[in-house]
């Protein structure tokens, strides 16, 4: 059970467990979602119209995966009630397949809500490869139990 409302303090960070992103990732990602955007998946475009080394991970895809990292850790898994929107959603530097990320999540702010049994929590969250480099950023609204 993660943390409820009145458990999270302000300024305390968390540090999620570490995921290498595949090429398979992105072929999945892609066929999923049907963005076949040349970046991600046509290597002689990469070549030929880029700075990038290699085809790269879609910026939503690396969002998606970030989902699963607060699920995955724990922090809030069965005591969110809503995720009630995402602000200031900044893509800061690419991803590769091959690339090990992880998020970083900060607790920024707690709210009271109306209903007694939950509360608003506004979290930083980092996407941070392997070598440090904070890849994605953006603050994540969610209602959490009390």
Request: proline letters at 2%; glycine letters at 8%.
């Amino acid at each position: 059970m993660g943390l409820r409302f009145d458990e999270f303090e302000i300024g305390r960070t968390y540090l999620s467990a570490r995921r290498t992103i595949r090429e398979a990732d992105v072929e999945q990602f892609a066929a999923l979602s049907g963005d076949y955007n040349p970046l991600h998946v046509d290597e002689l475009y990469i070549k030929e119209n880029t700075n990038y080394r290699q085809c790269i991970a879609h910026g939503a895809l690396t969002f998606a995966i970030s989902t699963g990292f607060s699920f995955q850790d724990g922090l809030v898994a069965g005591t969110t009630l809503a995720f009630l929107g995402v602000d200031e959603l900044r893509w800061k530097h690419v991803i590769y397949p091959g690339d090990t990320i992880r998020m970083q999540t900060t607790v920024l702010e707690k709210k009271e809500s109306k209903d007694p049994s939950r509360g608003i929590v506004t979290f930083q969250r980092d996407i941070i490869n392997q070598d440090g480099t904070v890849c994605m950023t953006y603050r994540a609204v969610l209602m959490i139990k009390r």
